[in-house]
Nanobody, 125 residues
Framework: QMQLAESGGGLVQAGGSLRLSCAVSGGTVSQIAMAWFRRAPGKEREFVAFIRWSSETYYSDTVKGRFTISTDNAKNTVYLQMNSLKPEDTAVYYC???????????????????WGQGTQVTVFS
């Protein structure tokens, strides 16, 4: 059974940066698909970024160029580096994982079997 634990959220001023971490146990980040999603108050869950086999990456249009997803295979951890943060990035951020996601449907939350508990990111102007 895979377990995911996010950390790194917090309060930051617009234009600032945060780095979220997702520590993985029961799985190997270099061998699975992982993603970050977010849910803002009153909104549906939204895809943010995806990484597969520690190399193939995709981003939503709203964060492309500002956010970077990466893995540290030695630490078995996935990161989301968030730069140039905006108030509209305020949300609870979740990491997700799946061992068998080989298709191009990485943006769909229902594709992932494992989820973390979430970490709050608040961006103020």
């Amino acid at each position: 059974q895979m377990q995911l634990a996010e950390s790194g959220g917090g309060l930051v001023q617009a234009g600032g940066s945060l780095r979220l971490s997702c520590a993985v146990s029961g799985g190997t980040v270099s061998q699975i698909a992982m993603a970050w999603f977010r849910r803002a108050p009153g909104k549906e869950r939204e895809f943010v970024a995806f990484i597969r086999w520690s190399s193939e990456t995709y981003y939503s249009d709203t964060v492309k160029g500002r956010f970077t997803i990466s893995t540290d295979n030695a630490k078995n951890t996935v990161y989301l580096q968030m730069n140039s943060l905006k108030p509209e990035d305020t949300a609870v951020y979740y990491c997700a994982a799946d061992e068998y996601l080989y298709s191009m449907t990485w943006y769909k939350g229902e594709e992932y079997d494992y989820w973390g508990q979430g970490t709050q990111v608040t961006v103020f102007s």
